[in-house]
C-alpha cells in the first residue's frame, strides 16, 4: 500500500493496544472465519507458560477487567468494527495522518546524532519536524532570565536528547527493511555505505517512509507517543528551569551568574514517567546541575544526617550536597571525580564510605550500586538516595542484589560485593572494563547497508566510583581496616544518639512524607522487555507484542504480591518507560507510575523498621555487621607458584613433595592473614551454604565442613609436614575453643561427620594422633559419649550431616582409644541407620531430610556414603547386619547406574527412584556422583571389596577421566576431590593413572597461577573453608604430597598416625 493511500486509512487501528480498546457490546458477533482468527489470537496471546494454565489466565483477564467471551471478541474484531466502536480517532492516527502529508524532502530539524545509524532517523523526521516546532512554541511562552543563549538553539538541545531513544526503537525494524531492500535489489550505490546512504535518502520522501511504518502499526504508535512524550518532558524541564533560575543561582552559584545553557545530557538514566529524564545541564560558566524529575526531598534529609554525623563525629567530616528539592523534581549540584593525591587520603574515602554504609544500614538503604556512588578525592558521594527505607520484602523479589540470605545486614545496600551467581556491580568493588555474564545490543556494520544489531558480552561502565591513585584504582580489598572504622565510628554515633535521632521532631521522622522509590523487579528485567518488544514481527502485529507483554505475568504464583501491580507495569512497558514504585517511609501504601494506591501493600511501613533498627543496636550487632564486610571483602584468591611452565619440567615440579608442600604452604600463609584473633580462639570469615536460604558471607562455626575444625585440620597437617610452628598454634587455638566446648558447652543440633559434632570429634581426633596429644582426644571422647542422645532426632541419616558420618568420625576414634564406650555410640548410629532404610524395588536406600524425597546415590548425601560406614561398622562390631544393610544399599545405588552416562543418576529433587520422572542428570564430584562414589568404594574395608565393586571404581575412575576443571577447584564439588580419587585408585590397584594425575595437578597449578583458587560459592571468590575453599585445595596438595602419611579425610579414614604407629611430627 502507498504512502498516500494509507492517509486517513483505518490500518492504522491495529498499532492500538488492548488496554486502550473500547469494552462493551459489539454491533455484530463474530463471523465463523473471524472466530477461526480469533482462537489462533488466543493461542497466542496465551503462549507463556503461566497463561497455559486456566487459572492463571482468569487472574490475567480480571486485570483488565475482561471475561473470555470479551477477549476473544477483541481479537477476532476487524479494524473496521474497532474504529466504528471507537467515539474518536485516537490523537497519534490524527498526528500520523497530519504530519506526513504535510511534509517535504527537506534536510532534518537540527543535527543529526554523531552514529553512523543515524540517517535511518528520517523515517520519522515528519514526526520529529512537528514536535519540535510544538517545543519551539512552547519555549516562546516561558520568560528569559538569562538561562538562553542566542547562539545556542535550546529547542536543539532538548531534540538530540531524543534521537537515541528513537533510534533505539527503530534499530530492529529499520535493519530488517533495509536487508529486504538490499537483497531485492532496490538500493543504489557500488558500496555497502553507498547503498546504505541510498536506503536513508528515500526515507525522506514522506510517502515512502509512511508506507514503511504502515507495515509496524504498533512501531507508528510508539514513535508517535514517544515523541509527544519527550517534548511534553522537555517542556515541563524549560519551565522549571526558567522558574527556578534565581534560586538556582544563588543555591548553587553563590549569586553569581551561570551564564545561559549550552549543553543538555539525557543519557544518565532510565526513562520513567513519559520519558522523563534525569538532565545534566551544563552552563556557560561550567558549572553543572543535576535535574531529576522526582522528588529531591529524601536527598535533602539525608544530607541533614550527614550533617548530625559529622557533628557527632568530626574526625569525619563528611561532604554534604547541595541539594535544592521543588516537590515534585528538584536539582542537584554535579559531583565531578577528582582522585586521591595518596594512599592517606583514599584511606580516609574509606573510613568515611564506610560511615555512610552505617548510615544506609539503618535506613533500610538499597541498589547503591556502581553508578550511584562518585569518587571526589577523599570523599564518597552517593548520588542517588531514592532506595532507602527499601522493604526487605520488595527486595526479595527483585534482584539477586536484595534477595540475600542475611536480612539485616550491610550486605543489602548494594555497595558490597556478594556471595552469588551474579556480576559485581556493587558500588565499592565493581570493576570498569570487567566483561559481565549478560550480553548487551551493539552495532555491526553500522552505516552500510549490511547493518545490524548484535549481542556482544556487556562490561562494566567507569562511573568513576572507585577513587583513583597515582592514575590507577583503589582497591578497597587494602582499605577494609579503614572502612571497618568508619563503619563502627558511624554505628556507635548512631547507637549513642539514637533518643536525638528518634524525637518526634529529630532527623528520622523528617523522612516520614518523602517520596522513596521501590524496587519489585530488577530494572534490567524492564529494559529487557522493552528492547525485546522492538522486534520487527511484534511491531507488525499487535496481537504478538500483547503477548510479550503478557511475559510480565509469568511466576507470580512465586511473588504474588506482584499481582497487584502488574497492570501497571504492561502499561509503563508498554509505553516505553521503566516502571517506577514508591512509597512513603511513614507508610504501608504503595505509588504506581500513574499515581494509583495500592494499600497496605507493605506489612511495616519503612520509618518503624527504621526505629527497630537504631532501638537494636548493639555491640553484638555491630560485630556481625563488620564480620559482614570483613566476608564480603575477603582479597581474590590467591595464586601459587609453579616451578615451571615449560613443557614436561612442570609435570615433574608440580608432583614433586616439595613444591606441593610449598603450595600449599602458600595457602596455609594465606589462612595466617584471614585469621582473626578472639581472645582465647581464633576465627575465619567466610562464605557458607544455609540450607535453604543460599550463600550467607559470616564468622565460621565449628563444623568440619566449612568451619573452623576444618581449618584448623588442615594447618595442623600443614604444621606436621613442613615442621612451622605458626601454623600448629593457630591450629591449636581452634582446637582449645573445641576443648572447652567439650567440657562445657551445650551439645544440640546434627550429628554428621562434616556438618555437626561427628565431624567435630573427627576433627579433634586427627590432631590428637598428629600431636599425640591426650587432651585433644579426651575432648573427642567426651564428645562421643553425648553423641547419642542426638540421634532420634536426626533426620539427615548420612555423611555429611547425619548418622553414617557421625558413625565413621566415631570409629576413626574407636583406632585411638579403643574403649566400649565408643564403639558402642558407633553402633547406636548404625542402629539408627538400620531403623530409617526404607525397601526399594532394588535393595533399601535412605533419604536425607536435605536432599528431596528420593534415596540419593553418592557420598555426601547417598547410599555410597552411608554403605562405607556399615562395612566399617561391621568390621568394628563383627555384627553382619551392618554389612547386609550395606549391600542392601548397594543394591539399590547400582540400580540407579547409567551405562550410557557412564555415571550414577543424580535424582535430588526428583521422583526418579519411586516410580515418577527420572531426571536423566548426574554429576562427577565428591559429593554426588562417581568421584565420591569411587572414593567410598577405594575406602571399604578390604573384607567387602568384591570383583562388582572393583569394576564400579574403574566406573568412576573413568567418569572422572572424563570430566575437567570447570572452574571450582575445592573438594566438594570442584576438581581437587577427582585428584583423591586418582590418587586413591593408583595406589590401591596400580591403575598406571600417574601420567594422567600429573597432568591434572600442572593444569590445576597452572590456571591457580593465572586466575587464583576458585572455591566452591557462587561467586567462586576466595573463603577459608576445608571442604569449599583454600583449606580443603591445601589439603589435597598434601595429600598428594605424602599419601602415606597425610590422613584421607574425604572418606572420614583412621588418622594414619594411628594406623601406621606414628605419632610425633614428620620432619
Not at 340 to 359: H, K, N
Not at 900 to 919: K, M
Not at 930 to 959: C, F, K, N
Request: some cysteine; proline content about 6%.
Amino acid at each position: 500500500m502507498s504512502g498516500r493511500s494509507l492517509v486517513n486509512d483505518l490500518a492504522w487501528y491495529e498499532g492500538q493496544p488492548l488496554s486502550r480498546r473500547p469494552r462493551g457490546p459489539r454491533a455484530t458477533t463474530l463471523t465463523p472465519q473471524q472466530a477461526a482468527i480469533a482462537r489462533r489470537r488466543l493461542a497466542q496471546w496465551r503462549a507463556t507458560d503461566t497463561l497455559a494454565d486456566d487459572n492463571a489466565f482468569l487472574r490475567r483477564l480480571a486485570s483488565d477487567l475482561l471475561t473470555a467471551d470479551e477477549l476473544l471478541g477483541l481479537l477476532g474484531e476487524t479494524t473496521a468494527a474497532l474504529a466504528a466502536r471507537m467515539a474518536r480517532r485516537p490523537s497519534w492516527v490524527t498526528t500520523l495522518c497530519t504530519a506526513y502529508p504535510c511534509a517535504t524532502s527537506v534536510p532534518p530539524v537540527g543535527t543529526l546524532l554523531a552514529h553512523p545509524m543515524a540517517p535511518i532517523l528520517f523515517v520519522v523526521e515528519p514526526l520529529v519536524r512537528r514536535a519540535s516546532a510544538r517545543l519551539r512554541r512552547k519555549v516562546e511562552q516561558i520568560s528569559d532570565g538569562g538561562w538562553q543563549s542566542g547562539n545556542i538553539d535550546i529547542v536543539e538541545l532538548c531534540m538530540a536528547g531524543l534521537q537515541p531513544v528513537l533510534l533505539s526503537l527503530l534499530a530492529r525494524t529499520m535493519v530488517l527493511e533495509l536487508h529486504v531492500s538490499r537483497m531485492g535489489g532496490h538500493l543504489v550505490g557500488d558500496t555497502p555505505a553507498a547503498r546504505f546512504a541510498d536506503f536513508c535518502h528515500r526515507l525522506r520522501d514522506p510517502y515512502v517512509a509512511l508506507s514503511l511504518l504502515g507495515r509496524y502499526p504498533v512501531l507508528a504508535r510508539r514513535a508517535v507517543e514517544r515523541i509527544d512524550d519527550w517534548v511534553d518532558a522537555a517542556a515541563t524541564f524549560l519551565v522549571r528551569l526558567a522558574a527556578d533560575w534565581p534560586r538556582l543561582r544563588t543555591s548553587f552559584a553563590s549569586g553569581a551568574e551561570p551564564g545561559p545553557v549550552v549543553r543538555l545530557d539525557f543519557s544518565r538514566g532510565d526513562l520513567h514517567r513519559g520519558a522523563r529524564a534525569v538532565v545534566i545541564t551544563t552552563f556557560a560558566s561550567g558549572l553543572r546541575l543535576v535535574y531529576k524529575p522526582r522528588s529531591l526531598a529524601v536527598d535533602a534529609h539525608f544530607q541533614q544526617l550527614l550533617r548530625w554525623l559529622t557533628r557527632r563525629e568530626r574526625d569525619l567530616d563528611m561532604r554534604v550536597l547541595r541539594v535544592l528539592d521543588c516537590g515534585e523534581y528538584g536539582w542537584a549540584e554535579f559531583v565531578c571525580s577528582e582522585p586521591c593525591a595518596d594512599g592517606d587520603e583514599a584511606d580516609r574515602f574509606y573510613r568515611r564510605l564506610g560511615a555512610q554504609l552505617a548510615l544506609l544500614y539503618v535506613l533500610d538503604g538499597a541498589d547503591f550500586h556502581h553508578e550511584n556512588l562518585i569518587a571526589a578525592g577523599p570523599h564518597p558521594v552517593l548520588v542517588d538516595l531514592e532506595a532507602l527505607f527499601h522493604a526487605p520484602d520488595a527486595a526479595r523479589s527483585a534482584s539477586p542484589l536484595y534477595r540475600r540470605p542475611m536480612p539485616g545486614s550491610v550486605l543489602t545496600t548494594g555497595l558490597l560485593p556478594l556471595p552469588g551467581d551474579g556480576d559485581d556491580l556493587s558500588g565499592m568493588t565493581a570493576t570498569p572494563g570487567e566483561r559481565l555474564s549478560g550480553l548487551a545490543p551493539t552495532w555491526q556494520d553500522a552505516g552500510t547497508d549490511q547493518a545490524r544489531v548484535v549481542r556482544r558480552p556487556a562490561t562494566v561502565a567507569d562511573t568513576h566510583h572507585r577513587p583513583r591513585v597515582h592514575d590507577g584504582l583503589a582497591d578497597p580489598r587494602r582499605h577494609v581496616e579503614a572502612l571497618r572504622t568508619g563503619l563502627a565510628l558511624a554505628y556507635r554515633a548512631l547507637a549513642a544518639g539514637k533518643d536525638e535521632l528518634l524525637a518526634e521532631d529529630g532527623p528520622l521522622a523528617a523522612f516520614a512524607r518523602d517520596e522513596v522509590r521501590v524496587i519489585l523487579r530488577p530494572t534490567h528485567t524492564y529494559a529487557r522487555l522493552i528492547d525485546e518488544s522492538t522486534h520487527p514481527d511484534l511491531l507488525a502485529d499487535w496481537v504478538a507484542q500483547e503477548a510479550h507483554l503478557n511475559r510480565l505475568w509469568d511466576k507470580l504464583d512465586e511473588q504474588p504480591h506482584l499481582a497487584a501491580v502488574v497492570a501497571a507495569e504492561r502499561d509503563d512497558v508498554e509505553r516505553g518507560d521503566v516502571p517506577r514504585f514508591t512509597t512513603r517511609p511513614g507508610s504501608k501504601d504503595l505509588w504506581t507510575s500513574a499515581g494509583s494506591i495500592v494499600k497496605d501493600f507493605f506489612a511495616t511501613a519503612g520509618l518503624e523498621r527504621a526505629r527497630r533498627r537504631l532501638e537494636g543496636l548493639d555491640d553484638s550487632d555491630l560485630a556481625r555487621q563488620l564480620s559482614a564486610v570483613t566476608s564480603a571483602l575477603a582479597p581474590r584468591p590467591l595464586a601459587p607458584v609453579l616451578a615451571s611452565s615449560t613443557s614436561g619440567a612442570p609435570a615433574r615440579a608440580a608432583l614433586d613433595p616439595a613444591n606441593l608442600v610449598g603450595c600449599a604452604g602458600e595457602i596455609g600463609d594465606r589462612l595466617l592473614e584471614l585469621a582473626e584473633d578472639n581472645g582465647p580462639g581464633t576465627i575465619w570469615h567466610g562464605i557458607r551454604a544455609i540450607p535453604g536460604h543460599g550463600w550467607e558471607a559470616g564468622p565460621l562455626g565449628l563444623d568440619l565442613y566449612d568451619g573452623s575444625c576444618g581449618v584448623a585440620l588442615f594447618l595442623a597437617e600443614l604444621g606436621e609436614c613442613t615442621g612451622d610452628d605458626r601454623y600448629r598454634r593457630a591450629a591449636r587455638k581452634v582446637f582449645d575453643t573445641a576443648i572447652r566446648v567439650s567440657k562445657h558447652g551445650r551439645v544440640t543440633g546434627a550429628v554428621g561427620g562434616f556438618v555437626g559434632w561427628g565431624g567435630v570429634i573427627y576433627a579433634l581426633t586427627v590432631a590428637g594422633a598428629l600431636w599425640s596429644d591426650h587432651v585433644t582426644i579426651d575432648a573427642a571422647e567426651r564428645l562421643a559419649t553425648r553423641l547419642p542422645e542426638l540421634l532420634p532426632a536426626d533426620d539427615h541419616l548420612d555423611v555429611l550431616g547425619g548418622a553414617a558420618g557421625a558413625a565413621s568420625a566415631l570409629l576413626a576414634l574407636h583406632t585411638l582409644r579403643p574403649v566400649p564406650s565408643v564403639l558402642a555410640a558407633a553402633a547406636r548410629c548404625g542402629e539408627h541407620l538400620l531403623a530409617t532404610c526404607r525397601p526399594m524395588a532394588h535393595g533399601i536406600g535412605w533419604v536425607s531430610a536435605t536432599a528431596g524425597d528420593s534415596p540419593l546415590a553418592g557420598m555426601s548425601h547417598g547410599v555410597a556414603g552411608i554403605a562405607l560406614s556399615l562395612f566399617r561398622l561391621a568390621t568394628a562390631t563383627g555384627q553382619e547386619r551392618f554389612a547386609r544393610a550395606a549391600q542392601a544399599g548397594l543394591e539399590y545405588e547400582r540400580s540407579l547406574y547409567r551405562p550410557d552416562l557412564g555415571n550414577w543418576l543424580d535424582l535430588r529433587g526428583r521422583s526418579g527412584a519411586t516410580g515418577g520422572p527420572v531426571c536423566h542428570r548426574s554429576m562427577t564430584a565428591w559429593c554426588h556422583g562417581a568421584v565420591g562414589i569411587g572414593l567410598a568404594r577405594l575406602a571399604t574395608p578390604a573384607g567387602y571389596r568384591d570383583s562388582a565393586l572393583r569394576r564400579e571404581v574403574g566406573a568412576a575412575v573413568a567418569a572422572t577421566l572424563r570430566t575437567e576443571a570447570d572452574g571450582d577447584h575445592t573438594p566438594c564439588h570442584g576438581f581437587v576431590a577427582g585428584l583423591e580419587l586418582l590418587l586413591a585408585a593408583d595406589g590401591a590397584a596400580g591403575h598406571g593413572l600417574r601420567p594422567e594425575l600429573e597432568r591434572r595437578v600442572v593444569r590445576l597449578l597452572e590456571a591457580a597461577r593465572h586466575t587464583g583458587w576458585h572455591c566452591g560459592n557462587p561467586a567462586g571468590v576466595e573463603s577459608p573453608e576445608l571442604m569449599t575453599g583454600i583449606a580443603g585445595i591445601g589439603h589435597v596438595l598434601l595429600r598428594l604430597a605424602e599419601p602415606t602419611a597425610v590422613t584421607p579425610v574425604l572418606t572420614l579414614d583412621p588418622p594414619r598416625s594411628a594406623v601406621d604407629g606414628r605419632s610425633g611430627g614428620r620432619r
